[in-house]
């Protein structure tokens, strides 16, 4: 029953982003453009790592707003030390760095929340501001107008490249694409077919029903905020290379666009229930928004307004799915299940 | 006996905050006396805090609902920009008539109220968990206030109203400051001298035996939103008469900085307990820290996302012993 609920609002979110994507192609003409598409392609890369990790913690019942911080502090972090010591070489040192780091920024998160049973709300918008403020005050972050050749290399090359046949306009698919078809891959995997995953969802189904079921919820939780810590990461590290310069502040406020999409895309946000097809999804519509407005010619400072409206539709729908879902339930007569599971009892 | 414990667990609260309070008042008279404690120091900080104390107010009453206003400060900013506008509009053609600060005034206040039901319908009727649909709609009115602006500040806004909101009562005492304390009886007469107080404990403690006693939930959340929503446009108001110009930019770091007031005063993330004198006692603590980190100017600015974050985390794992402790 949620499989269906939740299969009924892909495909409308499928419509939406289709008839959204009719309209830009008829005020613009350029949409439908190779090169338009791949942009729009290539932007989806970050957001979509992001959306990865925001959907795996809204899954489990949590929420994570220190994503963007976390991503900066690490990826400013490895890029100045590769400056530092003057590195020559390839992307893989630069990737393995930053996981590690993000891995321990997120065991940080993890270790809070799951330990503590903290709100994950507070306990993120907590250290976002200590990681800003790590970055900001203990590093002295500025903006790098240059990083190091191995990661600039990896952030231009392409894996193919798309030309406007009527304006000459071409755009690069980056490599890093791969990372977010392999990341993906790799979510839906460890959903789907691990004991890990599917105690995610008993978590967010609901957190007391599974500690019952036996599942460790403190070490699920745990290794959930160091994941997604690392993918957070990952993604930050795409951004850099894919901008050739790392501006430390740029990517902080992101992470409320990204939840929007993850909810748009039909995600329960009191949890356990939702798919990664949906929160791609989700994340496309968003990403099309905010690319297009431009071809649709209507001022950027629009932008804000347009994905707050977003927000509050999708959440929306959403909240009403779940109340729907959960008064049908009792109507059934099957036993309730509360949506406040406030901890495990000790 | 609950009632004992929330008394109890408020009392350690307060405990710490005066001990933090002691000790800072204590390291700031050794090392920076002379600049610290002032007649002037003193009254800047009452020209301060009302900004962000007002907004606290407000998270306040959403916390102990068990809920959260994470858009205090986009009312505060849609609120100052559009008194602001009203004000600059109306003194457009020469002077500002006499009704033209009322009249902003109360707008800015009918946007705050309009915004706080706006949230709490959302959270009530379309039960949109508090988090999501006040980070939402913080990104709402704050996309509008920069569509109101085009992403400009509003500023040489007529002086009469910074000359009153932010003058000084007998030359000494800010009236920013007697707007915060007239605002704080009124949340304390409201929470300790009429029937919202209890009812508001009681849906912070649980959503459904309120429900079963006949409480009007989604009402008394849309209220208590509403109050939140006024709360931060008094907040907004003030800071518009301190920096004398408005933009949707202002004050980014009080949303953290409310959320760190109120669960340093001893309200629950998780709703039904939590006492006004706590969070009075926060902000305060709040602003003579800040205020005492300011007069270090070896300091970097910077640093201090990095303490709040740090004091907040502090704070809540402290409460996980102190409860644990009680527990037992």
Same mark, same amino acid.
């Given at each position: 029953m949620v499989k269906k609920l939740s299969r009924r609002n892909e495909t409308y979110i499928t419509l939406v982003a289709l008839a959204l994507c009719a309209v830009i192609q008829i005020r613009s003409g350029q949409f439908f453009t190779p090169n338009n598409l791949v942009d729009l392609a290539s932007a989806l890369i970050v957001p979509g790592l992001f959306a990865i990790g925001a959907f795996m913690v809204i899954i489990s019942g949590g929420i994570d707003v220190s994503f963007p911080a976390l991503a900066s502090l690490s990826v400013y972090a490895t890029t100045k030390f590769l400056l530092n010591i003057n590195y020559q070489g390839g992307i893989l040192v630069p990737i393995l760095i930053a996981l590690a780091l993000?891995?321990?920024? *997120?065991? %940080?998160?993890?270790?809070?929340?799951?330990?503590?049973?903290?709100?994950?709300?507070? %306990?993120?918008?907590?250290?976002?501001?200590?990681?800003?403020?790590?970055?900001?005050?203990?590093?002295?972050?500025?903006?790098?107008?240059?990083?190091?050749?191995?990661?600039?290399?990896?952030?231009?090359?392409?894996?193919?490249?798309?030309?406007?046949?009527?304006?000459?306009?071409?755009?690069?698919?980056? %490599?890093?694409?791969?990372?977010?078809?392999?990341?993906?891959?790799?979510?839906?995997?460890?959903?789907?077919?691990?004991?890990? *995953?599917? *105690?995610?969802?008993?978590?967010?189904?609901?957190?007391?029903?599974?500690?019952?079921? *036996?599942?460790?919820?403190?070490?699920?939780?745990f290794l959930l905020y160091v994941a997604v810590g690392m993918i957070a990461s990952l993604a930050g590290l795409v951004r850099v290379c894919?901008?050739?310069?790392?501006?430390?502040?740029?990517?902080?406020?992101?992470?409320?666009?990204?939840?929007a999409g993850v909810v748009l895309g039909g995600t329960a946000i009191t949890g356990g229930a939702g798919s990664l097809t949906g929160c791609m999804l989700g994340t496309i519509l968003i990403v099309i928004v905010q690319n297009s407005m431009i071809l649709l010619g209507i001022p950027t400072f629009w932008q804000g307004f347009a994905v707050g409206l977003l927000i509050i539709i999708g959440t929306g729908v959403s909240a009403m799915q779940v109340s729907r879902a959960g008064a049908h339930r009792a109507a059934k007569g099957a036993p309730q299940v509360s949506r406040t599971a406030k901890g495990v009892p000790q | 006996m609950n009632g004992m414990k929330w008394t109890r667990r408020g009392d350690v609260h307060i405990v710490r905050l005066i001990a933090l309070a002691v000790l800072w008042l204590a390291f700031m008279a050794i090392f920076k006396f002379g600049k610290f404690f002032t007649a002037i120091s003193f009254q800047t900080m009452g020209e301060q805090f009302p900004e962000f104390g007002l907004m606290a107010l407000g998270v306040m009453l959403c916390m102990i609902t068990g809920g959260i206003d994470l858009s205090v400060v986009g009312v505060a900013n849609f609120a100052a920009i559009t008194a602001g506008l009203l004000l600059k509009a109306l003194a457009a053609e020469g002077d500002l008539p006499g009704y033209g600060i009322p009249l902003a005034i109360l707008a800015g206040i009918a946007i705050g109220a309009a915004a706080g039901a706006f949230n709490g319908l959302l959270v009530s009727k379309i039960k949109i968990p508090p988090i999501l649909a006040t980070l939402g709609s913080y990104e709402l009115f704050n996309g509008i206030a920069i569509v109101l602006t085009k992403g400009k500040a509003v500023s040489k806004i007529p002086m009469a109203y910074s000359?009153? /909101?932010?003058?000084?009562?007998? @030359?000494?005492?800010? /009236?920013?400051? /007697?707007? $915060?304390?007239?605002?704080? !009886? $009124?949340?304390?007469?409201?929470?300790?001298?009429?029937? #919202?107080?209890?009812?508001?404990?009681?849906? @912070?403690?649980?959503?459904?035996?309120?429900? $079963?006693?006949?409480?009007?939930?989604?009402?008394?959340?849309?209220?208590?939103?509403?109050?939140?929503?006024?709360?931060?446009?008094?907040?907004?108001? /003030?800071?518009?008469?301190? #920096?004398?110009?408005?933009? !949707?930019?202002?004050?980014?770091? #009080?949303?953290?900085?409310?959320?760190?007031?109120?669960?340093?005063?001893?309200?629950?993330?998780?709703?039904?307990?939590?006492?006004?004198?706590?969070?009075?006692?926060?902000?305060?603590?709040?602003?003579?820290?800040?205020?005492?980190?300011?007069?270090?100017?070896?300091?970097?600015? $910077?640093?201090?996302?990095?303490?709040?974050?740090?004091?907040?985390?502090?704070?809540?794992?402290?409460? #996980?012993?102190?409860?644990?402790?009680?527990?037992?």
């Open positions: 993000g891995a321990i920024l *997120g065991a %940080v998160n993890g270790f809070l929340i799951s330990w503590f049973s903290l709100p994950a709300l507070i %306990v993120t918008l907590g250290t976002a501001s200590v990681f800003k403020g790590v970055m900001q005050g203990a590093l002295n972050s500025t903006q790098l107008a240059v990083i190091p050749p191995g990661m600039d290399a990896f952030g231009k090359s392409a894996l193919f490249v798309a030309q406007n046949a009527e304006s000459g306009l071409t755009s690069r698919m980056p %490599v890093a694409a791969l990372f977010l078809i392999a990341t993906l891959l790799l979510a839906y995997l460890v959903l789907r077919y691990t004991m890990y *995953g599917r *105690g995610l969802y008993a978590i967010g189904g609901n957190e007391i029903s599974a500690y019952r079921a *036996g599942f460790s919820v403190k070490w699920i939780k894919m901008m050739g310069q790392c501006h430390p502040t740029n990517m902080l406020g992101m992470e409320m666009m990204i939840i | 000359d009153l /909101v932010a003058g000084k009562i007998f @030359g000494a005492l800010p /009236v920013q400051l /007697v707007i $915060f304390v007239v605002v704080a !009886a $009124f949340v304390g007469f409201l929470l300790s001298r009429t029937t #919202y107080g209890p009812k508001l404990y009681m849906l @912070g403690t649980s959503e459904r035996a309120a429900r $079963f006693s006949g409480l009007k939930n989604d009402r008394l959340l849309i209220k208590t939103y509403t109050l939140s929503g006024i709360c931060a446009a008094l907040g907004g108001l /003030v800071m518009l008469a301190n #920096y004398n110009s408005a933009r !949707a930019e202002y004050g980014a770091v #009080y949303t953290l900085q409310c959320v760190l007031i109120v669960v340093l005063g001893g309200v629950s993330p998780t709703g039904g307990k939590g006492k006004l004198s706590g969070v009075l006692l926060a902000i305060l603590v709040l602003q003579i820290l800040s205020s005492g980190l300011n007069r270090f100017p070896e300091i970097n600015s $910077f640093f201090i996302p990095l303490i709040w974050g740090g004091v907040l985390l502090m704070v809540m794992v402290l409460d #996980y012993f102190t409860e644990k402790g009680q527990r037992a």
